[in-house]
């Protein structure tokens, strides 16, 4: 898993440089204002629901402090208009649109388009 984080942590997906659209679940099956996580190949995905934007997020699951996949489980809020996630053990905060640690001195994490069609969720991969 990190191996596979570190070759994709050299560019970030944007969403027109998309290859692959992951179909991850219906839009029922992630809580409202939360997170849950869901697998592409090796990978551990957060994928988050903010319900009063009607927006949705997604990231790698792996928190880079500890190591420990735990992101879908994060405190979620926003800092300004900036939507974020916390890891609940360390309390690292991640924006959620560009991947930078927002409150240390830490290793961004990767972030991933996300759209939603036909009541589907739908991450995005470069390959």
């Not at 994709?8 to 992951?22: D, F, G, I, N």
């Not at 997170?35 to 790698?60: H, M, P, R, T």
């Not at 979620?76 to 609940?88: D, L, M, N, R, Y």
């Not at 905060?93 to 939603?116: H, M, Q, W, Y």
Request: charged fraction near 25%; glycine fraction near 6%; include cysteine.
């Amino acid at each position: 898993m990190v191996e596979i984080l570190n070759s994709l942590k050299s560019h970030q997906v944007l969403a027109e440089e998309v290859k692959v659209w992951y179909k991850a679940a219906p839009v029922d099956r992630f809580p409202i204002d939360g997170g849950a996580c869901v697998k592409y190949k090796d990978l551990q995905i957060a994928v988050f629901n903010f319900d009063s934007g009607k927006e949705w997020y997604a990231c790698q699951n792996l928190c880079p402090h500890k190591m420990q996949m735990i992101l879908s489980r994060g405190l979620t809020g926003s800092c300004g208009e900036e939507p974020k996630v916390a890891c609940p053990y360390h309390k690292r905060t991640f924006s959620l649109k560009s991947g930078e640690c927002l409150n240390a001195d830490e290793e961004r994490i990767l972030t991933f388009p996300v759209k939603v069609e036909a009541n589907h969720v739908y991450i995005g991969f470069s390959r």
